[in-house]
């Protein structure tokens, strides 16, 4: 019996997911969107014919509980982005985000050859949602001084207090411009555009590396052409794209093609035919 795979959240009309696992396997395994009125009927249908699948707003926290078995990283976080099934572990929980992120500020820190080693790196992580989350461990797993701010302090005391997240630190909103000044890469995962940061001076984003989630409305809107197919896969490369000048931005799309590589593996398998994934989001969303 063929595989299937597919996505649930809300709303998830537009999500571009069905098009990239496509392309990632040539169309060998079903992948649907599984729509219902409630996470209660989308984890229903789940259970009862589908081999895996991924899981995005509003749902990632939710997906966690229902988990058999639950990798480290998404008991860090507290949310997962990805179930599937397994013989022996049951319901198995992932986060994909976290991998994806940490393949692309690996790529992204790397080629830009900083002489004093990425753990002279400071992030700042704006929201505490299951994005920001991952977000900040694998910012922290990478070596860097990472802060994570939320408007609901008590949010970033409850993840920070996880084991495993010792080292990341609970930020105050109060403090953000002082935060933003003193960051070098700053990762944004609200979903919508913050009055606190369109008050600040162009200073403050002068030289830093901005990493946003959001593919579908960006509140950073300059275009980022920085993918690219090496020998060896899908890299990332940074590239001057002014918000303002000498500013470097990886959009949404960057973060959608990382956490899809790292999350079809874990779903199938089998490693995604990243080239043809690729052609699909420079003809789509003319990211190259």
């Not at 649907?32 to 707003?57: H, M, P, Q, V």
């Not at 084991?163 to 909103?173: D, H, Q, S, V």
Request: with cysteine.
């Amino acid at each position: 019996m063929t595989k299937r795979f597919g996505l649930i959240g809300k709303p998830i009309g537009h999500s571009l997911s069905p098009a990239l696992f496509n392309a990632a396997y040539g169309g060998k395994y079903a992948y649907d969107l599984i729509e219902a009125d409630d996470f209660k009927g989308s984890i229903e249908r789940f259970r009862s014919g589908y081999d895996g699948i991924n899981i995005t707003s509003p749902y990632k926290r939710l997906a966690f509980e229902e988990a058999d078995t639950t990798d480290d990283t998404a008991r860090r976080i507290g949310a997962a982005n990805i179930l599937f099934k397994t013989a022996d572990r049951g319901i198995v929980a992932a986060n994909s985000d976290y991998s994806g992120i940490k393949m692309v500020l690996g790529d992204h820190f790397e080629i830009d050859e900083n002489k004093n080693g990425i753990k002279k790196i400071k992030t700042l992580v704006i929201g505490c949602g299951g994005a920001g989350m991952a977000a900040a461990c694998a910012s922290s797993d990478l070596g860097m001084k990472t802060v994570i701010v939320n408007r609901t302090y008590a949010a970033v005391e409850r993840f920070v207090s996880r084991p495993g997240n010792e080292k990341i630190i609970a930020g105050k909103m109060h403090d953000l411009d002082e935060l933003m000044e003193a960051s070098q890469l700053i990762i944004y995962t609200v979903p919508v555009v913050m009055e606190e940061l369109c008050r600040l001076p162009k200073r403050f984003f002068t030289g830093k590396s901005i990493f946003e989630a959001n593919y579908r409305n960006p509140s950073f809107t300059r275009e980022y052409r920085g993918m690219r197919l090496g020998k060896n896969g899908i890299t990332f490369r940074k590239d001057s794209i002014g918000i303002p000048q000498r500013c470097y931005y990886l959009s949404g799309e960057i973060w959608l093609m990382a956490q899809a590589i790292t999350g079809f593996r874990l779903l199938t398998g089998e490693d995604p035919d990243e080239g043809a994934m690729l052609r699909y989001m420079s003809e789509t969303r003319k990211i190259i």
